[in-house]
């Protein structure tokens, strides 16, 4: 009994100093804050440690449009998340300052607040300079127009796959609509996996890979707590999984192009000079060239498997809500394909026959902008950096420059959805390329934008054409939601039936 006697007075007597103590690190929070702050426009007050990541995390769309209000004068925003201090940029030069300056002695690309962590050291968006000059020049020969008129069959393949079977569950049930989003992410999800690392994985595999995506995608929105149980660690660990799998498919994909054999997705066109590399580096008796482990690849796999999966997913669900809410355009896209492409004709749509989609190109570009999928492109300053000639973003501070408000400046009537302006009377492309930022700008600008145009062109051309669609509208059916990239709040719910006379068979 006498320890614990003795303890009650020890307690009693600390305990205003653990208090004390606690009231200091939450008044030197503050003080910190504020003086990173300034004189930007932000909160003044931030709750301790957590600052503002539960309004983050429970209402994203709103959080960012609050920052955005907040930006109107100044052109960036400041806010305070989970121990780190955050600018939101809206102004378009301003990202493009950060865009331009990503070095190791200014800004860090890291594709999520947290990404390091969640993604692993694998990944080439926290690459700089020659070595990443030196990848991309690596994976060049994945996008090439052979590669993409590959790819272009195994998309088609997979949509009409898919469509037909929406077809069929709205025909079961053909007096309830059906919500698009779980079913849009299934099929952008069968079309990664197929044009990503095709005949590798076996069908065990992709319903393993379909669980462990989830995880993670689950885990993107979530608090960053890595402890068992939360789903921010289920999400990093099956991030582990998913890089191992891809890792299995490059060992696989090596062998098959060591003998030569035609390359049928991706990561054969890859591996087709990654192996002519390797071997010429052994004759010569010279070390193994970087970037050419399984390992390595199949990390880099998985960043593409991520940027054209949910990005796509989002695009593809916007296109369908913005053809519904815009007839006149449907019936200009039903036009020009059916003048170009019939699903009678059982054959699949050329690279020359896309190309000829003047219109349908210019309904997808403009999907793009007006509804930019991955909005916020994070990065991390390295080291202080003057943002403007009053403000310096301190190390270590969050900077989420933001592709989506830049979508809305400069272009004449930017908040019309208005494919014309694509046209190449109009060439608002040309003439406000720099608000046009969905794909990135600078050393990071996305390598993959045609293969993504290119999905998105092939779906609204086969969805408009083999299907009638009409949109079940409800209050806010069309507000933003976070998921992690931006879509309908319904899902995209929609009614569906059969519009050609039979499905092409390809």
Request: charge should be neutral; glycine fraction near 4%.
């Amino acid at each position: 009994m006498l320890p614990f006697l003795f303890f009650i007075p020890s307690l009693s007597t600390a305990l205003p100093y653990i208090v004390s103590f606690v009231l200091f690190l939450l008044f030197f929070e503050q003080i910190s804050y504020l003086i990173k702050k300034r004189q930007a426009p932000g909160p003044s007050l931030v709750f301790p440690f957590l600052g503002n990541a539960i309004s983050l995390v429970r209402e994203p769309a709103k959080f960012w449009d609050a920052q955005s209000a907040l930006s109107s004068g100044f052109g960036f925003s400041v806010n305070y998340i989970i121990g780190r201090f955050i600018v939101f940029i809206q102004d378009t030069e301003l990202s493009h300052h950060v865009f331009a300056n990503v070095r190791p002695d200014a800004f860090m690309l890291v594709g999520h607040p947290f990404g390091k962590k969640l993604f692993g050291e694998h990944n080439l968006i926290y690459m700089f300079g020659q070595d990443h000059k030196d990848l991309r020049h690596r994976i060049a020969p994945n996008f090439t127009p052979r590669a993409l008129s590959t790819y272009s069959e195994l998309q088609q393949m997979i949509i009409l796959k898919h469509l037909k079977k929406w077809e069929t569950m709205a025909k079961e049930n053909p007096n309830e609509p059906i919500s698009l989003r779980l079913l849009a992410r299934d099929m952008n999800l069968e079309t990664s996996q197929t044009v990503m690392a095709g005949p590798y994985l076996t069908p065990e595999a992709r319903e393993k890979f379909k669980f462990d995506y989830n995880l993670f995608n689950v885990g993107t929105m979530k608090l960053p707590i890595d402890l068992p149980g939360f789903a921010f660690r289920n999400a990093r660990l099956a991030v582990d999984r998913l890089a191992q799998t891809l890792a299995g498919c490059t060992a696989q994909s090596k062998t098959r192009m060591a003998n030569n054999e035609e390359p049928t997705c991706l990561v054969d066109f890859w591996m087709q000079e990654t192996v002519r590399e390797i071997s010429t580096a052994k004759e010569a008796g010279a070390p193994t060239p970087p970037y050419t482990s399984d390992a390595e690849i199949g990390g880099y796999l998985f960043d593409f498997l991520f940027a054209a999966q949910d990005a796509s997913t989002s695009s593809l669900l916007w296109a369908v809500a913005l053809l519904d809410s815009h007839p006149d355009v449907l019936s200009r896209v039903r036009e020009e394909v059916t003048s170009i492409w019939s699903p009678e004709s059982n054959n699949l749509i050329t690279a020359e026959q896309v190309r000829a989609m003047k219109y349908t190109q210019t309904v997808a570009r403009e999907v793009i902008r007006y509804r930019t999928p991955a909005t916020l492109v994070p990065h991390v300053a390295v080291k202080d950096f003057p943002l403007t000639e009053s403000y310096t973003i301190p190390k270590g501070t969050i900077v989420f420059p933001s592709v989506y408000e830049s979508s809305f400046q400069g272009f004449i009537e930017a908040e019309q959805f208005d494919p014309d302006r694509f046209s190449e009377v109009r060439r608002e492309d040309q003439l406000f390329k720099r608000n046009f930022l969905a794909f990135g700008a600078g050393a990071h600008q996305c390598v993959g934008q045609r293969y993504a145009l290119n999905h998105l062109v092939l779906f609204i051309a086969m969805f408009s054409t083999l299907l009638d669609f009409k949109r079940h509208r409800t209050d806010g059916c069309d507000d933003i939601v976070y998921n992690p990239t931006i879509s309908p709040k319904d899902g995209c719910t929609v009614f569906l039936s059969r519009r050609c006379t039979q499905f092409p068979n390809f």
